[in-house]
């Protein structure tokens, strides 16, 4: 079973540079969030300034490296707004955001890290989502 290929960027001011190795922490999450749901197509684990991701394997991503290094550093600004809030609504617990062709998940992990999942359309997102908070707590 090839669930696909994972790699992992390191920041380097505002931008991203491929890294040679695998934290297989990093690599079991994506392995286990992949596996949980055929649906998803990509998982990333954002986290100390790397973004270890895995996508499914056979598919082919969307976006380039570098429109997907923007997509996580507009994801991780907007999660941060998020928590400004917290006091008065409470922590969030994940955000999803439909596209025309995917749904765009991010799910927060451990202190300032991020899951960042993108879905097949025509799928129960929210149900997909919740499994992933699941895996996700047995890590956090």
């Known amino acids: 079973r090839n669930l696909g290929n994972i790699y992992y960027f390191k920041q380097t001011s505002c931008n991203y540079r491929t890294t040679v190795g695998i934290n297989m922490e990093y690599e079991k999450i994506?392995?286990?969030i992949l596996e949980c749901d055929k649906n998803i197509r990509y998982v990333?684990?954002?986290?100390f300034g790397e973004l270890h991701g895995k996508m499914r394997h056979g598919l082919?991503?969307?976006l380039s490296k570098e429109e997907t290094e923007l997509s996580?550093?507009?994801a991780v600004y907007r999660w941060?707004?998020?928590k400004k809030t917290t006091d008065k609504i409470g922590k969030p617990i994940f955000?999803?955001?439909k596209y025309e062709k995917i749904y765009r998940a991010t799910v927060p992990i451990g202190g300032a890290g991020l899951i960042l999942i993108s879905i097949?359309?025509?799928t129960?997102?929210?149900m997909i989502v919740e499994k992933i908070v699941k895996i996700k707590n047995q890590y956090s």
């Open 124 to 126: 129960d997102v929210n």
């Open 80 to 82: 941060s707004t998020r």
């Open 60 to 62: 082919k991503s969307y």
């Open 44 to 47: 990333g684990v954002y986290n």
């Open 72 to 74: 996580l550093s507009q």
């Open 95 to 97: 955000a999803v955001t």
């Open 30 to 32: 994506c392995d286990e």
């Open 120 to 122: 097949e359309l025509g």
